[in-house]
């Protein structure tokens, strides 16, 4: 699903022949790329604060992803307790796949991997395990952010050796380190901020907008969120720059709840279903 992203936040590479009517199979899969677009689009990326901890060894994220009343697949985020080069790390994971008709029409099971040090926050060694239909992908990135000043030099099993800018994470990481130690930061409402990341082999910035805070409806119930217009490139997906909205709760667990992306054939909806071992009180909660 997300090789057919070009620097993953704006040039989707959709069916030739998509227009007005589309056919169940092509709703499945742009409802599938929205999915894991939910989870590599939605770094919102701000000036760094200081340090505090968001989330713990332990915890564990499920979500829907659904077009109107099609639920075509689901995805899992998750933090274990890792070891890379015989140093305890966290070992970031996140698995999207498809379910019921939308997996016999367009098999999916994508698995995102990354190794980050505990300290940082930034990563050691990222892994992209691609699968879908009868495409797969397996690349593996590592990245040293200690023998250049000016830089962070990445290995990919894809391009070699590169140069990425400092503290540059993966785009996995990069969700957790915005977590972690960026969203802490009081921010206004209009503020855009910009973060570095490299994924599929490119460096790229994403820019996301604050635009104030809103109660919304889940099925876990109503919860107080900040919302933010992640900055797209239009296109023949998206039609304007602001058609993806993200919500994360307005609490020190700065949980994604909800994902929307407004595209040609509608919306699609990536909802917070189920969490587990948080570190603080779900204080956004509202009866």
Not at 16 to 34: F, G, H, N, Q, V
Not at 62 to 74: A, F, L, M, N, T
């Amino acid at each position: 699903m997300l090789h057919t992203l070009n620097h993953c936040t704006s040039k989707i590479l959709l069916p030739p022949l998509l227009k007005t009517r589309c056919s169940l199979a092509t709703k499945t899969k742009l409802l599938l790329i929205a999915g894991n677009l939910a989870f590599l689009l939605l770094t919102p990326f701000f000036s760094i604060a200081q340090q505090k901890m968001a989330f713990k060894t332990g915890e564990k994220l499920k979500y829907s992803v659904h077009y109107g009343i099609i639920r075509g697949g689901e995805a899992i985020l998750e933090v274990r307790e890792g070891k890379y080069d015989n140093k305890t790390v966290n070992h970031l994971y996140l698995q999207g796949r498809t379910v019921g008709l939308a997996n016999k029409l367009y098999n999916v099971n994508d698995i995102y991997q990354s190794f980050t040090n505990l300290k940082t926050d930034l990563p050691y060694m990222s892994i992209r395990d691609i699968n879908e239909n009868r495409y797969s992908k397996y690349t593996v990135q590592t990245f040293d952010h200690l023998t250049r000043s000016d830089s962070t030099i990445v290995n990919s099993t894809d391009t070699g050796e590169v140069l990425a800018p400092p503290n540059s994470n993966d785009i996995l990481s990069a969700f957790y380190y915005l977590r972690n130690r960026l969203l802490w930061k009081p921010i206004k409402v209009g503020d855009t901020l910009v973060v570095d990341t490299y994924f599929s082999d490119e460096v790229y910035s994403m820019k996301v907008r604050f635009i104030g805070y809103e109660t919304i409806k889940t099925k876990l119930g109503k919860i107080n969120c900040m919302k933010f217009l992640p900055v797209v490139i239009t296109g023949r997906v998206f039609k304007n720059e602001d058609d993806m909205t993200v919500w994360f709760t307005n609490d020190k667990n700065f949980l994604p709840v909800r994902v929307k992306f407004d595209i040609f054939v509608g919306s699609v909806y990536c909802d917070l279903i189920d969490y587990k071992n948080l570190l603080h009180p779900f204080d956004s909660m509202r009866n």
